[in-house]
C-alpha cells in the first residue's frame, strides 16, 4: 500500500460540524487524491466515524475503509502530568 506522501490528504477532525470535514474529505477525493486519512483525538473520534460513514454511503459509494488505527497519544499538560488521550486513523480510498 502507498503511504501518503504529504499532508494535503489528512483531514484533522475536531469541534467542528461533521458536514465540514465530510466536505474536506469529499473534495480532496474529487481533486485526484486515491486515499484521504481522517485522524482525530478524545471526544472528536465519534465524529471522525461519522464522517468516513457519511463519505462511504453517501457521496462517494465507490470509497471504502482502507484501514483503521487506534492509538493512545500522551499529551502534557501545564501541571507536569500527561494526559492520555485516544486518537484514531481512517483511510479512505477511492
Known sequence: MAE???????????QKGT???????VT???????????KAR?????????????VKNKFMTTANTDSIKISTEEISTDEGNPLKLSAIEIKIIK
Open 42 to 54: 478524545g471526544k472528536a473520534i465519534s465524529r471522525a466515524v461519522d464522517v468516513a460513514e457519511i
Open 4 to 14: 501518503l506522501k504529504s499532508n494535503e490528504n489528512i483531514v484533522f477532525v475536531g
Open 19 to 25: 458536514m465540514s470535514y465530510v466536505l474536506a474529505v
Open 28 to 38: 480532496q477525493m474529487n481533486q485526484g487524491a486515491s486515499e484521504v486519512l481522517v
